[in-house]
């Protein structure tokens, strides 16, 4: 009878330490929790066809920036060619414009372009380069020109990585003609907010076409005022920059090789 009870007891250790090795509920979750939220987090990259049609390239811009050295280059220009239904709901709407890309940056999106997305509204952003490193932070965080704000995040990546939307909504905007960002897109999205894609060295997608959360928009370049390749993205709401860290899910953890690159940027 003895060795029968031992024998139980034994098989119940066993089954114990075993749930609590693979369960993130148990008493090992301390030891897990990281690695469980980076295998939450991560969502699918949903590809995007690359361009076949260009719109034409254009001379490159280039300027020098106060507190830099040197000039810094708008082009070169690499969009893709509107075409289809998308093209014209995009001229009815009255969007890809300069004016609608100066607009969303000083000014919340109109209604209807806000009615326009057939997508899904979400409370949280998906992190937009998949292999980006955190780079440079919101707020007064610059190297040079430490007067002036930083209205966004700069994630590091190998040029030609993709760049995906952070959540459903419509292109507002595909160009390189606002001076300092380059190829730059801009996403109007369900809950009135607007994302910005820059420094693109490709953009896939058009003003008028619908993005789904984690399609992807372009390509990691550095192209405007850049000195390294990487993504600047800014989240505006009503017009006005937001931080987007505390929305950002399958970002890389504090202790990852991924957020502790120095991109001087």
Same mark, same amino acid.
Request: overall charge positive; hydrophobic content about 35%.
């Given at each position: ?49 690359r361009?076949?049609?260009w719109?034409?390239?254009? =001379? ?6 106060k507190?830099? !050295?040197?000039?810094?280059? +708008? #082009?070169?220009r690499?969009?893709? /060619? $509107?075409?289809?239904e ?49 780079g =440079?932070?919101?707020?007064f965080?610059?190297?040079?020109? !430490?007067?002036?704000?930083h +209205? #966004?995040?700069?994630?590091?990546? /190998? $040029? ?11 292109v ?40 789904? =959360? ?52």
């Open positions: 009878m003895r060795r029968k009870v031992g024998r139980w007891l034994t098989r119940c250790a066993a089954v114990f330490i075993a749930a609590s090795l693979t369960s993130p509920t148990s008493f090992g979750s301390s030891l897990m929790g990281e690695a469980a939220a980076s295998a939450d987090d991560r969502e699918p990259t949903i590809e995007t066809p361009p076949a049609q719109m034409p390239t254009t =001379r490159m811009k280039c300027q020098r920036v507190g830099l !050295k040197g000039k810094m280059c +708008d #082009g070169p690499r969009t893709p /060619e $509107p075409y289809g998308d093209a014209f709901i995009a001229q009815d709407l009255g969007l890809g414009t300069l004016q609608t890309a100066h607009a969303l940056l000083r000014s919340a999106p109109r209604p209807d372009w806000v009615e326009a997305v057939t997508g899904r509204r979400s409370s949280t952003m998906l992190w937009p380069v998949e292999s980006g490193s955190f =440079r932070g919101f707020g965080t610059r190297k040079e020109r !430490k007067a002036l704000q +209205d #966004g995040i700069d994630i590091g990546a /190998e $040029p030609g990585q993709p760049v995906r939307s952070v959540n459903d909504g419509i507002a905007y595909s160009d390189n003609q606002v001076n300092g960002y380059g190829n730059m897109i801009v996403v109007v999205h369900k809950d009135q907010s607007a994302s910005f894609y820059c420094h693109h060295r490709a953009n896939y997608v058009f003003a008028g076409q619908q993005v789904k =959360r984690g399609q992807v928009v372009g390509e990691v370049g550095t192209t405007g005022i850049s000195r390294g390749p990487h993504l600047h993205f800014e989240w505006h709401v009503n017009g006005r920059p937001k931080d987007p860290m505390p929305r950002m899910v399958g970002k890389p953890k504090r202790n990852s090789p991924l957020a502790s690159a120095d991109y001087w940027l």
